[in-house]
Structures are given as C-alpha cells and as structure tokens.
C-alpha cells in the first residue's frame, strides 16, 4: 500500500534525451531541519536536468496510509484518498530547492521523497518507501522540538 506514489514516480515516461544529465545516485538528496514548529525539505538536485518530485514527512515506523502525514508536497490526495489518490509532483530545477511547512507538531519525522527525470531516460531518485523499487537512500530523519513544554523551562 505504501509504493502507490513509488508507483507514479516510476511510472512516469520520458521520451526525449536530456543533455549533461547524471544519473549518479548521489546526484540528488534530500536534507531536512527545523527551527521551532517549521520543518524546511530542501531537495539538491545535482542531475543536471529538471525532475518531478514528492516527498511527505511521517511518523517511523507507521504506515502513512493509515496514520496520515506530519506535512508533504506533491503528493496530492494520495493520502487522504487511500488507494485511490492521486499524486500531483513539482517541478524542481538543478539547484537547491527548498520548501517550508509551519506549524509541524512536536515530534521525529522521516521524510521519504521519490524524483523522476523530467524528460529524458527513466533515472530515478530516492527512498525505498517512496519509490518501492530502485531507491538510492534512506529516509531522511527531522526532529521538532516541542517548543512550548507543560511545566516550562528548567533552565
């Protein structure tokens, strides 16, 4: 149930060849912080070419299907349709590319992501959870800091 947006990522065609394209599997990552209740994922894509890309953040160890997502983009409905949603990626150039959500509750998070090529061969980038087959990393993991605790500071 959790490879229906690896599903969509994969089964994207590209047709035409993109020049200075790499399809190191280095080439594009996924690095994650936050600063109070704001988580930034900023996707560094290397490839040298324009990709379609999703990622979500969630609780480890659940099943997003089931459980929700903390935050995501490009996703669509796919979580909030079950099995019948339908992902709506975005467009990241060659660069860094970051993306803000506020107000994130308190908690560790795993972002899982999948890019695509945009044209060009069928290279692909990212998690096992999120890409089903043919992934090149591991999720990456943020903490939000409960940034207004019960009992106060200790300090």
């Known amino acids: 149930m959790t490879t229906l947006a690896a599903s969509c990522v ?12 790499t399809d190191d599997p280095a080439a594009v990552t996924v690095a994650a912080s ?13 490839s040298g070419r324009e990709l379609l890309c999703g990622f979500y953040g969630k609780t480890p160890g659940t099943n997003p299907l089931v459980t929700g997502v903390a935050f995501a983009e490009g996703m669509g409905d796919v979580f909030a349709g079950g099995e019948d949603g339908s992902p709506d990626f975005f467009t990241v150039t060659p660069g860094a ?10 908690g560790a998070y ?3 992501w999948g890019c695509h090529a945009k044209s060009g061969p069928g290279t692909s980038w990212g998690t ?14 943020v903490e939000v800091a409960d940034t207004n605790p019960i009992f106060g500071s200790l300090s």
């Open 110 to 112: 795993d972002v899982e």
């Open 128 to 141: 096992p959870e999120a890409m089903s087959t043919g992934a090149t990393t591991g999720p990456t993991r």
């Open 10 to 21: 994969l089964g994207l065609v590209n047709t035409s060849p993109a020049a200075a394209d």
């Open 97 to 106: 590319s970051p993306r803000q959500f506020r107000n994130v509750p308190p």
């Open 34 to 46: 936050s600063v109070g209740a704001t988580v930034t994922v900023t996707i560094n894509n290397a």
